[in-house]
């Protein structure tokens, strides 16, 4: 008799498991089952989609060749039963059924399986909150929400929107919300950053400069307290533990967790948060039982752990790998490095492996190096400034992560996805140092700004390179952190560092970078010399002629002026 | 005493060695030699020099804080001794002694060392053709060569040009003497394809076709005999073996040698080609002498065998790791793996590893599998066409390199980023298909453009896809290659296949893709079916089918339409 497989849950895991597994098992029958009626979508699109960018929802849930990936398209073209609006209630692993029932009609049926694979994705989470069922209160978790959200828009129901959280979704959802329909956007995110555990400070406060420059208002460290209904019932204001805000639309995108309840109920093991826990092949405890995308526990491939990592792009390829190994193809998925990128406005933020904030937590002695450089030969016309900070290990100079901005466009998607490849492999800063990315003016810089950032972490660890924090920096010159006697040592060229000097008086002192070496002695020996550039690279170059004679109570700003003038320093001409 | 350090060869390798070296040995002494008067340039900017993108050279020997890099900049900022118009003649070893002469004044001189660098760069190959000295034929193997060739078009002295050399600098040329000046420019390359041994053959076809799109006439398998003088002396035609082209400028971009007389001459092992050989710390077989850049022979990490790479990105790098060695700081360089990227009019073409032709010249049973896919989402505005070919051995799987071809801008470069990070890991295609590529709408598609060429590959060798080469397609179809009964079978919509259908009546059978499991029967059984879409992707899984109704005498056409749309052929609608 043919192989049974069923498969629950149709959005990215399922239908491409499915497909795989019908090209590679010609005889086996594939039923797959799903709760909703819109299936085998791509949900990442969903900020695109309410932004306008994608015009019909239809375009989410079609093929490249413009055919609707619903359940006759599965049929026909694919060879996959699909039962739409159908719940899946129960598995009865002892006689390897599937209990089901129609969502509409409550109509039950028993599904036969030899092969049972779970994709039943995630939930958003929803804020413990008071308010948060009130009308105009959404999450983003399904293309039906989506729709919701889009059509409330389009009516005109919607002046200024609230976005619960600064990760991903919500940085997305608001660049939606302001930058296509013209809604007056706040973001309130609860962690001292946004991107929160992803990014590190400097790379999140480039990220906050820049939705502020685009009119999305942004607080951090501060939680919705409530949500409150106006006069129509609909919500209209959001009270945070600082403020209150007036909001047509409230959008909670706090995270989502695993939907991990038929797995448990099954007796099969779960985390903690609801994760399926899952071997290597994929397989549950139950080895007739696969599971795969939102719904699974991973592993960190950093850290060593166990780890969760709701992806659409995993998930593609977890069905891939469980296909293979339905089909006796064997074959694995070793877990996650963590690759991330995400427009923003003009801009992209990225990240891999993982940032100092997580490498300290898992008790790694991490430090970020920041690296600012061209992302193209500074003679090639179109050139533009590239933020790269490299966390690193200050013990055993193993690379754990790297996280980043720059311009829109995909020159950051070429650094992240070199490191991405490469982390895994437990590289040490060296293997930076050389990693040997394609070079062309029109492309990169000859040594790439990557190897530019590990250079800098290799003098960094190697006590060469003292940076002071540039968030220090910043509360030193604020007088936020009263310290003792410091003044900036300035090496740019007199005319632009001269601005400066009038403005600090004996704060701030110029004297050319090219000019140093013959008059040192003229610097004031008695006080924290804090050195200043346009990238940090000259300002290294003398800390260490300094430190030879002698002068060592330096310290040099990193990132320098051109990190400052992207974060928007109030007090820079 | 401190130690003295000397540096011949003052343009990529020798200023990095040495301002490097600087930093970590405060007390040497540094002297840097060089037989020009113009150093530290970005020799790979000269073709956008030459186009007019960058206005004047001084912009390719300035830092990005606009200081030009001369002698008084090496002095002052740097501090090291340069001085220029000084060749090296000889090392008396013996002696620890650079014996030097000034090139105007031939004043000898002598310059003791402790450690001697050799950085003397690379020559340009010179054709040995009759006229190869003729005015007006140039190599492009300096900033003095750049200058007149952009004096000379600007004179107005340049109507048609030819380039010989499909390589990348030849391109380059083509591009900006086509582009920006509107001189008629031929490339004439001896080799069957353009970027020889660097890309495969649909990929060279991609980068010829885009070239003719844009004016450049382009000869492949033709050689250049002789270089014919016009009434004033300057050069006016070029002979080839089989036409004669008019020519008021000639650009030999032939390739480039090593400089390695003067190690060769001190007795040090150099290769037959001619370039010194080094450990991986770049010693050369004197342990106080260190070699780096394009004078010296390396290794391909893929091969495992010598290989000559003469790039400024592996210059730079280099010179860093003879710095940390002369400071006592061990650091190595352990080869190449070939990373390339190029700009070409609106498209760029990049690769890293070797090629398909390479692979096999060396023993590998090796395929290459093409992969078509958009560089973002399909939902997203602005997706455009991706070519990757990704070349594998067929017994062991494992992945020898990457080339490709797609639109202008950084995102093939992500693609051949990651793969170079990881091709010097022996990776095999698992790797690829599990390779977390960073994901978002915007930047790529959930399964990324290099994971699905590493799952073409993955169904090419495990021999589930099989494949006609586009070439022999071409080939089938024009009538050139007479082959038994067969006929193309389009999965496309009616709409799109029935053009075809009109055209090639019996050779061209319509039967959309979602109807193949209902309608196979009405497939001829008698013929070879040569299965067509846009990508490639519905042809393997129809394919697969047709296997399990025992259709089994079938083949895909790889990249398909959007592969042959791309390379221009003549008779699609």
Chains 1, 2 share one sequence.
């Not at 490191?419 to 930076?432: E, R, T, W």
């Not at 190897?451 to 940076?467: K, P």
Request: proline share 4%; with cysteine; glycine share 8%.
């Amino acid at each position: 008799m043919s192989q049974r497989v069923v498969i629950v849950g149709a959005v990215a895991a399922g239908p491409k498991t499915a497909c795989r597994a019908r090209r590679l098992m010609p005889d086996a029958q594939i039923t797959m089952v799903d709760q909703d009626d819109l299936i085998s979508y791509g949900g990442c699109g969903i900020p695109y989609f309410v932004s306008g960018d994608v015009t019909d929802e239809k375009e989410l849930r079609s093929t490249s060749y413009h055919l609707v990936r619903d359940e006759s398209f599965f049929r026909d073209a694919k060879g996959v039963d699909v039962r739409i609006l159908t719940r899946a209630v129960a598995i009865d692993r002892k006689e390897k059924v599937l209990h089901v029932e129609h969502v509409k009609t409550g109509v039950k049926d028993t599904i036969p399986y030899d092969k049972l694979v779970i994709a039943t994705g995630s939930r958003p989470n929803i804020l413990p909150v008071p308010g948060n069922d009130l009308k105009g209160v959404y999450t983003v978790g399904s293309l039906h929400k989506a729709i919701s959200i889009k059509e409330s828009i389009a009516k005109g129901e919607v002046g200024k929107a609230v976005v619960i959280g600064g990760g991903a979704i919500g940085i997305e959802m608001a660049e939606a919300l302001t930058d296509l329909w013209g809604v007056e956007t706040t973001i309130v995110e609860f962690m001292p950053q946004v991107l929160p555990k992803i990014v590190d400070w400097s790379v999140a406060a480039i990220v906050e400069r820049h939705l502020r420059e685009n009119g999305v208002t942004v607080y951090t460290g501060e939680g919705a307290k409530e949500f409150v209904a106006g006069s129509s019932g609909r919500v209209a204001r959001v009270i945070t533990n600082k403020r209150e805000l007036e909001a047509d639309l409230v959008i909670m995108a706090a995270g989502v967790r695993p939907r991990g309840e038929l797995a448990r109920d099954a007796g099969l093991m779960v985390s903690a948060p609801g994760g399926i826990v899952v071997n290597q092949r994929l397989q549950t405890s139950d080895p007739d039982i696969y599971a795969a995308g939102d719904c699974i526990e991973t592993y960190n491939l950093v850290t060593g752990k166990k780890a969760y990592a709701p992806l659409g792009s995993l998930a593609n390829r977890q069905g891939r790998v469980i296909a293979d190994n339905l089909a006796g193809i064997p074959s694995t998925f070793d877990g996650v490095v963590g690759s991330f990128i995400m427009k923003f406005f003009d801009m992209c933020v990225g990240a891999t492996g993982i940032s100092q904030e997580v490498a300290v937590s898992e008790g790694f002695d991490a430090v970020s190096a920041m690296g600012v450089s061209y992302d193209r030969a500074h003679f090639f016309p179109t050139h533009d400034m590239m933020y790269l900070a490299l966390v690193v290990d200050r013990s055993t100079r193993r690379v754990l992560g790297l996280n980043g901005a720059a311009k829109m466009g995909d020159g950051l998607l070429a650094r992240i996805n070199a490191a991405a490849a490469l982390i895994p492999k437990k590289p040490v800063i060296s293997d930076f140092s050389n990693l040997e990315l394609a070079y062309a003016p029109p492309f990169s810089t000859a040594l790439d700004a990557l190897n530019t950032a590990a250079n800098v972490a290799d003098n960094l660890v190697s006590g060469r390179l003292r940076t002071i924090e540039i968030k220090d920096f910043l509360a030193w010159m604020s007088g936020e952190l009263k310290r003792p006697d410091w003044v900036v040592l300035d090496l740019r060229h007199p005319n632009e560092a001269g601005l400066l000097v009038e403005k600090f008086g004996d704060r701030w002192i110029s004297l050319p970078y090219n000019r140093v070496k013959k008059e040192y002695k003229s610097l004031p020996s008695d006080k924290v010399l804090l050195i200043m550039c346009d990238a940090g690279t000259r300002s290294y170059e003398i800390q260490v002629f300094l430190d030879t004679v002698n002068m060592k109570n330096t310290m040099v700003v990193p990132g320098a002026m051109n990190l400052m003038r992207r974060l928007g320093v109030e007090w820079l001409p």
